[in-house]
Each structure stands twice: as C-alpha cells, then as structure tokens.
Nanobody
Framework: QVQLVESGGGLVQAGGSLRLSCVAS????????MGWFRQAPGGQRELVAR???????NIAPNAQGRFTISKDNTKNTVYLQMNSLKPEDTAVYYC??????????WGQGTQVTVSS
C-alpha cells in the first residue's frame, strides 16, 4: 500500500499563503485520484481539492479562486497551494490516494492554523 506523508502546515496570518506537500512512497499510479481533505475540530472531514488521472482538477466552492492542486509525477508529490487564507481554513489537512476499487491511502495529516 502506498504511504503518504504530508508537510508544509503551520501558523499563518489571515491573508497569507501556505503550500502543502504530499509525498508518496512510490510512483503514484496513473489511474489514481489524489485529493486533499481537511477536518476542523468538531467537524467532519471534507474534500478541499482533487486532481484526476487526466490532470483535471476539482476545487471545493469555499476554496475556489484561492487554492490550487497540482502534481509532480517526477517527485511522486501532490501539492496544495493555499492563498488568501482565512481563519475558517484552520484544520488538519490530509492527503488521500483513491484507487477505487482497490484500497486507497491516507496521510497522517498536517495542521494548518490561520490567525485573524
């Protein structure tokens, strides 16, 4: 099973930017859908962005125009560029590899805290 490790989280002021990275332990399968999810305290895990096998992307409405997802196959890495951050973006961010119907993988998460 592919292991995922996220990094890049931290504390940032509102309006600032962060770039999250998700490194896979082996080449990302070409048919995989890679996604970033987040979970705020007391909340449910929600999809933030995903990149499909054809390179197209889906961004959640509350992140459109601010967040961008990209993938570098040469580095087995998926990125989430987050700009114009808001306090409500505060959450643990998780990387996910979807290989349905095969089992997927989750990373351990990285904390993002946006201060007002």
């Amino acid at each position: 099973q592919v292991q995922l490790v996220e990094s890049g989280g931290g504390l940032v002021q509102a309006g600032g930017s962060l770039r999250l990275s998700c490194v896979a332990s082996e080449p990302i399968p070409s048919r995989a859908v890679m996604g970033w999810f987040r979970q705020a305290p007391g909340g449910q895990r929600e999809l933030v962005a995903r990149i499909l096998s054809d390179g197209s992307t889906n961004i959640a409405p509350n992140a459109q125009g601010r967040f961008t997802i990209s993938k570098d196959n040469t580095k087995n890495t998926v990125y989430l560029q987050m700009n114009s951050l808001k306090p409500e973006d505060t959450a643990v961010y998780y990387c996910h590899l979807d290989l349905w119907p095969s089992p997927g993988s989750w990373g351990q998460g990285t904390q993002v805290t946006v201060s007002s």
